[in-house]
């Protein structure tokens, strides 16, 4: 079995900032990807990003907003978020994907496992 367990989300003001943090535990040998996606009401779940070893992949509407690190030793996942805005309010999701073949960072099912997501709120 693997786990992962997310933290940090909360309420923030327009503008404001938020680090959420994935740790993955268990049965786990590592990953060849990561990624944070959001679920909100009445939409498909959104890709925020994603990182390998080698690269990191972000959507244009979050570009220059959002940045998504990894710390392999402690088999854990960050998304610094800044400049928050109403809309980026949504349940924040970690996935993990294991396998190289059929990944693809903008794509939550080709992910392997995923958590049950931190809620962020953007209000003032």
């Known amino acids: 079995q693997v786990h992962l367990r997310e933290s940090g989300g909360g309420l923030v003001r327009p503008g404001g900032s938020l680090r959420l943090s994935c740790v993955v535990s268990?049965?786990?040998?590592?990953?060849?990807?990561a990624g944070w996606f959001r679920q909100t009401p009445g939409k498909e779940r959104e890709f925020l990003a994603a990182i390998s070893r080698d690269n990191v992949w972000y959507p244009g509407f979050v570009k220059d907003r959002f940045t998504i690190s990894r710390d392999d030793e402690k088999n854990s996942v960050y998304l610094q978020m800044d400049r928050l805005k109403p809309e980026d309010t949504g349940l924040y999701y970690c996935?993990?994907?294991?396998?190289?073949?059929?990944?693809?960072?903008?794509?939550?099912?080709?992910?392997?496992?995923r958590g049950q997501g931190t809620q962020v709120t953007v209000s003032s």
């Open positions: 268990g049965r786990y040998f590592g990953n060849v990807g």
């Open positions: 996935l993990v994907a294991t396998v190289t073949r059929g990944w693809a960072p903008d794509l939550d099912d080709t992910y392997d496992f």
